[in-house]
């Protein structure tokens, strides 16, 4: 069974900067895509960042130019650098493995229909807050 843990998560100030992390265990993670998504109050989950086995990375428009999303395949360890945070960007973050679907790191962006979202691994979160 595969686990993911996120940690990094805080409250930072508008411009402020943060790292998460998510480990994984219980499976190859160099054999998958991995993807960050987060949720924010009254809104839907979205892909915002995510990476295939090779390293190739995509990002939502939101989050482009200010989030790098990277994985350390020797520890199997996601992370996902953020830069320049502002307010908009304050909502639950969530890691997310495919180890079925086979998705392209752009397929894995923006809001995921529930039955395919099924099919990913999650982490419990980590809240991210960013005030003005």
């Known amino acids: 069974q595969a686990q993911l843990l996120e940690s990094g998560g805080g409250s930072v100030q508008s411009g402020g900067s943060l790292r998460l992390s998510c480990a994984t265990s219980?499976?190859?993670?160099?054999?998958?895509?991995l993807v960050w998504f987060r949720q924010a109050p009254g809104k839907e989950r979205e892909g915002i960042a995510s990476?295939?086995?090779?390293?190739?990375?995509a990002y939502a428009d939101s989050v482009k130019g200010r989030f790098t999303i990277s994985r350390d395949n020797a520890k199997t360890t996601l992370y996902l650098q953020m830069h320049s945070l502002k307010p908009e960007d304050t909502a639950m973050y969530y890691c997310?493995?495919?180890?079925?679907?086979?998705?392209?790191?752009?397929?894995?962006?923006?809001?995921?229909?529930?039955?395919?979202?099924?099919?990913?691994?999650w982490g419990q979160g980590t809240q991210v807050t960013v005030s003005s």
């Open positions: 219980g499976y190859t993670a160099t054999a998958h895509t």
């Open positions: 997310a493995a495919d180890h079925l679907i086979g998705m392209t790191t752009a397929q894995a962006l923006g809001v995921m229909p529930e039955g395919v979202a099924s099919g990913l691994f």
């Open positions: 990476i295939d086995s090779d390293g190739n990375a």
